[in-house]
């Protein structure tokens, strides 16, 4: 513990004592006190996107769904911040229907709504995003949070196909 040193001096008639407190325990208490706080405490925890994976599934063979074109809606992500969606299938798929809009979230918004609405079978109506080679991330997460504002559940992530490809290379030259 603290130790205090006491010496007298005399001057005159009083005598006056000088106290010297010894503080170096107190380092020694002070680093205890710090070493507890920080085992103690708690750090914040970093901010994820949830992607929503689906389960497990124990059978070999699951259900697949034929999803038609008027049942999804394809979005691809380009380079320079440009982002393009269609519902065509292979022998549909023109330049003219490859259309491009902005990361808008009102935009991607009323697009997929206007596709949902078109539907045929609306239960299994899916979103699937492309990013392309030349995309960035920053581009995906806003497309990520752009499906999460629309409130659609299902929605995949796949490559761009090379009949995909062929038909945006030529809008972007």
């Known amino acids: 513990m603290a130790e205090v040193i006491t010496q007298e001096k005399s001057k005159g008639k009083q005598n006056k004592k ?3 407190i010894d503080m170096t325990p107190m380092v020694d208490l002070n680093f205890l006190l710090l070493m507890f706080f920080m085992f103690t405490s708690s750090f914040s925890k970093p901010n994820v996107m949830d992607l929503g994976l689906p389960a497990k599934n124990d059978d070999p063979y699951p259900t697949n769904y034929n999803i038609d074109e008027k049942n999804q809606i394809t979005f691809i992500i380009g380079e320079n911040n440009r982002i393009f969606y269609h519902q065509s299938n ?3 798929l023109t330049e003219a ?3 491009e ?10 697009i997929i709504s206007k596709a949902y609405e078109n539907a ?12 392309t080679d030349d995309a960035n991330y920053k581009n995906f997460v806003d497309m990520m949070d752009n499906i999460s504002i629309s409130k659609k559940e299902r929605y ?8 995909e490809k062929k038909v945006y290379e030529n809008v972007i030259k």
């Open 18 to 20: 000088l106290i010297k």
């Open 156 to 163: 995949g992530i796949s490559d761009i196909k090379p009949w």
């Open 101 to 110: 809009t902005d990361y808008s979230g009102v935009n991607v918004s009323k």
């Open 97 to 99: 229907g490859l259309k």
């Open 120 to 131: 045929p079978k609306k239960e299994i109506f899916t979103i699937i995003v492309k990013p």
């Open 90 to 92: 292979e022998n549909d």
